[in-house]
């Protein structure tokens, strides 16, 4: 089972999730997932969404380093950058994972990872206020 997790830069409060069974690529799970945002809402992602911008132009993504072409210093200031502003994103996601059952494999029904997951999300939710 995989989760695509969108959380509140300002909030860190879960917005919308998604679920799929099996591997799945992160970009290939946002675009099957129809989750759709204003153009005007900046998306910062990892690198595992390589091509969200021909979908979605006002997104940020860290620049990748190649076998032949190094980061320059600007580069890597850049993602450092991207990386302080996703720090809290990675926080809330942290805080999700404090449940056993989300970090570890989970070996339950399926069907009902779903609903114990939007649970786990909405009991974070809550303790955020």
């Known amino acids: 089972m995989k989760t695509l997790v969108v959380v509140d830069k300002k909030t860190r409060k879960v917005i919308c999730l998604y679920f799929a069974n099996g591997k ?3 970009f290939r799970m946002w675009k099957e997932s129809m989750i759709r945002t204003l153009e005007r809402i900046l998306l910062n992602t990892d690198s595992g969404f390589q091509g969200i911008a021909n979908f ?4 940020v993504l860290p620049i990748k380093k190649s076998k032949n ?6 580069d890597k200031a850049f ?3 991207i990386s302080r502003e996703r720090a809290g994103t990675e926080n809330a ?3 999700i994972k404090r449940f056993k059952i989300v970090s570890e494999s989970y070996r339950n029904r399926r069907k009902r990872f779903g609903l114990r997951f939007n649970l786990i999300a909405g009991i974070c939710n809550f303790e955020l206020g």
Do not use: M, V, W
């Open 24 to 26: 799945k690529h992160d």
């Open 56 to 59: 979605h132009a006002n997104s």
């Open 69 to 74: 072409k190094p980061l320059s210093k600007d």
């Open 79 to 81: 993602n450092r950058e």
């Open 93 to 95: 996601i942290g805080f």
